[in-house]
């Protein structure tokens, strides 16, 4: 006998693409992001910066295809974004920089949790995993201790 | 840049990106072993033993980072805080594990003495990194979160060992 109830807890396509429209939403930002934080940055460290959205920008694009496959309605970006700080200096730049990385971390994890697809596993954990490379790189040149996280894009206990 | 207007659009620090955090990874939080995401996930055999030779690994990497630490210890001191986030890992992996069972013995074998103690023992966490990674396709729901994100942070540390 069909069962018609709905378990409200339960993992489907809807759970998971609602969580890759999340991660829309952050890999925009971190595009939008990157702008600041490469005018911030010194000329011989804006490379890191430009190679950093670039990334972003193929992870966007590659979830918004998907989405479109599944005719699930991708998240626009918004014109602009307020900034969690003032960017003044190049460490502003790469704190910045971490803020970008983390909230796509924390994205990404969520898709880990929300997926039913082993693909979209693949592809959230590709995500998570160059977000935290790079996340440390930008630990390490604002100067932050620890530059590494234990658990990345989880909420700390 | 000039600062964002006081009513000005949307924030991805508060808003749009640490929204993830805020909407449903709160029991993640809490170690994976709640029931309700027990009785959500409803964990196949094979994903608790796919679990429990996770924390195998894991434990690899705890007794790697002492071994390393034995064979030189300038590094050992070094990456001290590394070796206080793998222990952390594990004892995360352990209580997310169904009946917690796994307390396999660390086999990391011995470092060679510096300097090539550092590439060893990055080679070690790598491993285990893609090992998480691996696994935590074939997971589901908070702990295929929990794997991912360890993985990462696992990837992360390299970073710092390189």
Redesign the interface.
Known sequence: MADDST?P???DEGTENA?LR?AV??E???V??YG?VG??LDAGARGQATVSETAHRDVRDRIIELLDERSADPVAA???????????SPTDGAALAV??E?????????V?????E?TT??L??GA??A???R???WRLAAGQ????????????? | ?S??PPS???????R??????A????F???GCTSS?AD???KVTSQQADSLSAQIAVQATVVAAFAAAAAADPGLGAEVA??VA??E??LA?LRAAAPGNSASASPAAGGAPPAPETRAWLSGQVAAA?TSH?TA???????R???L??????L??????LA
């Open positions: 378990d807890g339960a993992l969580a999340e939403a952050a925009h930002a971190a939008w992001g600041v005018a911030a918004e014109g602009a974004y307020a900034l969690p700080f003032p960017v003044l803020v970008l983390d909230g796509v971390a924390a994205a990404w994890v969520r880990l949790d929300q997926a039913v082993r596993r693949e959230a954990i998570l995993t977000a935290e490379v996340a440390v790189g201790s620890p530059a590494t996280s234990a658990f990345p894009g989880l909420p700390k206990q | 840049m600062p964002p000005g659009p949307p924030g991805f620090s508060r749009t990106l640490l929204a993830a955090s909407a449903g990874l709160a993640l939080a809490t309700s009785e959500r996930e805080d590394l986030q793998a952390e890992q995360r990194s990674a935590c396709l074939d997971q589901s729901g908070a295929a979160a929990l991912g994100s360890i993985a990462a942070g990837a992360g540390q390299t970073v710092r």
